[in-house]
C-alpha cells in the first residue's frame, strides 16, 4: 500500500500529521506500507521513514524550524515517479535523481540505479487542491491503481465549494444563502461586486477561497470594509470566492460517513471554537477549541443530520468516507448543510475518528472498515476498465473480478453467506477461466491472477 501524503497545497502540514495516524493503525499482517511524500515544491519523494507526529501542532511549528535552518546542507531523498503500466512496475524510484538520469544517458541501456515497485492500492492521504480535487485521483485511474477515497468527480466536486453547493440543491437539500465572486470580476468592478454582495446577504457573512479546506483564507465580514479586505484575501488563494449569509447563533455539527454504496453516519458532535468561528488557527495551532460528542441535540435533530450527511454524500456520489459539517442555527433550531470534506483530517483533533469511536468503531477497526468497503468497490471498477483495457480475452478476469468482489460482500455481510454454495461454483469457474487467460497471457494475467484469486 502507497500512502501519499504531503502535497502542495496550504495543507501540507496537516496532510503530515494525518498519515502519522494512517501509519501507526495500518494492521501489518494485512498491509505492507510504503511512505511516498509529495513535497511543496511538487517532487514525489521516498522518504527512509514515515512521518511520526500526528498532532498538527508539533508538525507546523517543526516545519516552521525547519525554515529557520533553510541553510543546512539537505538530505539526499530518492524521487519516485508513477508510470501507467498495469500488473508491473508502476512505482520507479531514481535515488539522486539528477545524477542517476545522468549516468543513464551516458551509458547503454543502463538505468542508473532505478528500482521499481508494484503497487496493490493507494490510500491518498492529502488535503486541499493538487490532492484532494480529483487530480491525483485521476493520475491513480490513467496508472490503473486502486485507491482509497473518493472517486475523481466526487473529490473535484467536494473541493470545489461552489460546484459543492450546485450539487446540494440539485437535491433540494437546506443550504444557506451564498454568492460566488470570480477574482476577473472583482478586478474588474470592485464597487458593483460589492454592491451586488450586499444587497444580496447583507452582514455579517463568510468569505472562503472556493477550492480550500482547513478554514484556509476564511474570514468573517461585518459590513463594508471588513468585506472587502475579506474578498481580496480569499482572492489570494483562488480565482473563485464563495460568500455565504451567516447563521444567527449557529453551533458548528458535524457528522462522519463511511460506504459505498449504502454508507452509514456516526453520531453527530459538535465543536465550539474558542474563536469567534473555527479558524485555522483554531483548529491547528493553539488547539483550544472543544468538542461536545455526542452532541447535545433532540433526537429528531440528530436523526435529521444523520439522514442529511448520507444524502449529501450520496449528492456527490462519494465513496469510501467523508465528514459533513452543518451549521444548526440556535434561534430557530434550522439544520443547514454546510460542506462535505472527501478526506477528513487524522489529526489528533480530528473529529472523524473521535466520531466513530463514539459510534463503536475503533480507530484500527475504522480503517480496516474503510480498506474493506474500497477494495470491495475498486474490484468493480477494475473489471470494467478491463473492458477495454485488456483485449483480446477480458471476460475470464471480469468473471474472475467479479468472484472476489462477490466474496468480498460476504466478509463484510456475514447475512449474505447464504448465497455461499453458488458463489464457490462462480468462482471455480472464474479462477478457471482466469488460470486459462494466465497461460495466455502471463505478464498481465498473473497480477490479476493473484488480485482475483489468492487475495479474495
Same mark, same amino acid.
Given at each position: 500500500m502507497g500512502v501519499i501524503y504531503g502535497g502542495r497545497s496550504g495543507e501540507h502540514e496537516v496532510s503530515l500529521a494525518s498519515a502519522a495516524a494512517v501509519f501507526k493503525h495500518l494492521d501489518p499482517e494485512r498491509y505492507d506500507p510504503v511512505p511516498i511524500k509529495i513535497e511543496k515544491d511538487g517532487r514525489w519523494t521516498l522518504p527512509a521513514e514515515p512521518p511520526k507526529t500526528m498532532k498538527a501542532a508539533d508538525v507546523i511549528k517543526g516545519v516552521a524550524a525547519e525554515k529557520a535552518?533553510?541553510? &543546512?546542507?539537505?538530505?539526499? !531523498?530518492?524521487?519516485?515517479? #508513477?508510470?501507467?503500466?498495469? /500488473?508491473? %512496475?508502476?512505482?520507479?524510484?531514481?535515488?539522486?535523481?539528477?545524477?542517476?538520469?545522468?549516468?543513464?544517458?551516458?551509458?547503454?541501456?543502463?538505468?542508473?540505479?532505478?528500482?521499481?515497485?508494484?503497487?496493490?492500492?493507494?490510500?491518498?492521504?492529502?488535503?486541499?487542491?493538487?490532492?484532494?480535487?480529483?487530480?491525483?485521483?485521476?493520475?491513480?485511474?490513467? &496508472?490503473?491503481?486502486?485507491? !482509497?477515497?473518493?472517486?475523481? #468527480?466526487?473529490?473535484?466536486? /467536494?473541493? %470545489?465549494k461552489a460546484a459543492m453547493k450546485q450539487a446540494f440543491i440539485a437535491k433540494a437539500l437546506p443550504i444557506c444563502d451564498y454568492d460566488v465572486v470570480f477574482k476577473r470580476d472583482w478586478q474588474r468592478d470592485e464597487r458593483s461586486v460589492l454592491q451586488r454582495v450586499v444587497d444580496h446577504l447583507g452582514f455579517p457573512v463568510f468569505v472562503k477561497p472556493a477550492n480550500l479546506g482547513s478554514s484556509v483564507g476564511i474570514s468573517k465580514a461585518k459590513h463594508v470594509a471588513e468585506l472587502r479586505t475579506a474578498i481580496k484575501l480569499a482572492a489570494d488563494f483562488d480565482r473563485k470566492v464563495v460568500i455565504e449569509a451567516a447563521v444567527p447563533q449557529a453551533r458548528e455539527i458535524e457528522v462522519a460517513v463511511l460506504g459505498n454504496d449504502e454508507p452509514e453516519a456516526s453520531v453527530p458532535g459538535e465543536i465550539i471554537p474558542s474563536r469567534e468561528f473555527y479558524d485555522y488557527e483554531s483548529k491547528y495551532v493553539d488547539e483550544s477549541s472543544r468538542s461536545v460528542i455526542p452532541a447535545k441535540l433532540s433526537d429528531a435533530q440528530t436523526a435529521e443530520v444523520r439522514r442529511l450527511?448520507?444524502?449529501?454524500?450520496?449528492?456527490?456520489?462519494?465513496?469510501?468516507?467523508?465528514?459533513?459539517?452543518?451549521?444548526?442555527?440556535?434561534?430557530?433550531?434550522?439544520?443547514?448543510?454546510?460542506?462535505?470534506?472527501?478526506?477528513?483530517?487524522?489529526t489528533t483533533i480530528s473529529m472523524y475518528s473521535q466520531l466513530w469511536a463514539a459510534t463503536g468503531l475503533t480507530e484500527p477497526g475504522r480503517v480496516a472498515a474503510v480498506y474493506d468497503l474500497i477494495l470491495a468497490a475498486r474490484f468493480d471498477e477494475a473489471a470494467l476498465r478491463l473492458k477495454d483495457t485488456c483485449p483480446p480475452a477480458p471476460q475470464p478476469v471480469c468473471a474472475a473480478l467479479a468472484a472476489a468482489a462477490l466474496w468480498w460482500q460476504i466478509l463484510i455481510d456475514p447475512a449474505s453467506r447464504a448465497a455461499d454454495e453458488p458463489l464457490k461454483r462462480a468462482s471455480a469457474d472464474a479462477v478457471a477461466a482466469a488460470q486459462q487467460w494466465t497461460a495466455r497471457e502471463p505478464q498481465r494475467g498473473e497480477a490479476w491472477f493473484y488480485l482475483a484469486a489468492s487475495r479474495a
Open positions: 535552518a533553510a541553510g &543546512a546542507p539537505a538530505a539526499e !531523498v530518492a524521487e519516485a515517479y #508513477l508510470i501507467p503500466r498495469p /500488473g508491473r %512496475d508502476t512505482l520507479v524510484s531514481l535515488p539522486n535523481a539528477s545524477k542517476s538520469l545522468r549516468a543513464s544517458s551516458q551509458s547503454a541501456g543502463g538505468r542508473g540505479g532505478a528500482s521499481g515497485l508494484s503497487l496493490d492500492v493507494v490510500f491518498p492521504v492529502l488535503h486541499g487542491p493538487y490532492g484532494e480535487d480529483g487530480t491525483v485521483q485521476g493520475l491513480l485511474e490513467l &496508472a490503473n491503481v486502486p485507491y !482509497v477515497g473518493a472517486g475523481v #468527480l466526487a473529490s473535484a466536486v /467536494g473541493m %470545489d450527511a448520507i444524502d449529501a454524500y450520496k449528492a456527490i456520489d462519494c465513496s469510501g468516507l467523508a465528514r459533513v459539517d452543518f451549521l444548526l442555527a440556535g434561534d430557530s433550531g434550522v439544520v443547514y448543510l454546510n460542506e462535505l470534506n472527501t478526506l477528513p483530517g487524522f
